[in-house]
């Protein structure tokens, strides 16, 4: 199990290292979303859980009422099943799964928006919009050139050294 923690440190990017928030982002987004259906799956199972207990107790409480000869209302019922502890156990543990499904839910949302985001900084990247203003008056499309060539150097020879 992923550490919800973990990956919301990785939401952060650093616009000086594209190339590795890229290459990263599928590997982590797949992580959120596996995460984010085990949660929906351990709710699910959550609620299945409480209606069988909610069922039981049901049961239960018509039984004894009837072995002792009272007469209860659906309201009576309903009101002393809410009530049981392993109803009140088994509500809590479903409310505790919704929220950790909502809590990964937002992480993927936020993942989503991430991907979004990267696209849009590597555009800036492109358009040359970290350089300083001098430098874009100065140099412009040389500049880029040049930063274009020691990224493409500088991504050789990460892959010399990861393969190597």
């Not at 351990?42 to 004894?64: F, G, P, Y």
């Not at 002792?68 to 479903?94: C, F, M, R, W, Y």
């Not at 493409?152 to 393969?163: L, M, P, T, W, Y």
């Amino acid at each position: 199990m992923t550490d919800i923690k973990q990956l919301e440190a990785k939401l952060q990017i650093d616009q000086h290292a594209l190339d590795i928030a890229l290459r990263e982002h599928p590997d982590l987004f797949y992580k959120v979303a596996s995460e984010l259906a085990l949660a929906i799956s351990n709710r699910d199972e959550a609620k299945q859980d409480l209606d069988e207990i909610e069922a039981e107790i049901d049961i239960k409480l018509r039984n004894d009422a009837a072995i002792v000869g009272e007469k209860t209302t659906e309201t009576q019922i309903q009101s002393n099943k809410k009530i049981h502890p392993k109803v009140k156990s088994a509500n809590d543990k479903l409310l505790e799964q919704k929220l950790h499904t909502a809590q990964w839910t937002a992480l993927k949302e936020a993942y989503e928006a991430r991907s979004y985001a990267l696209s849009k900084l590597v555009d800036l990247y492109l358009a040359n919009y970290f350089s300083s203003n001098e430098d874009k008056k100065v140099n412009g499309p040389a500049l880029r050139d040049v930063r274009a060539s020691q990224a493409k150097q500088e991504n050789r020879n990460r892959r010399v050294s990861v393969s190597g």
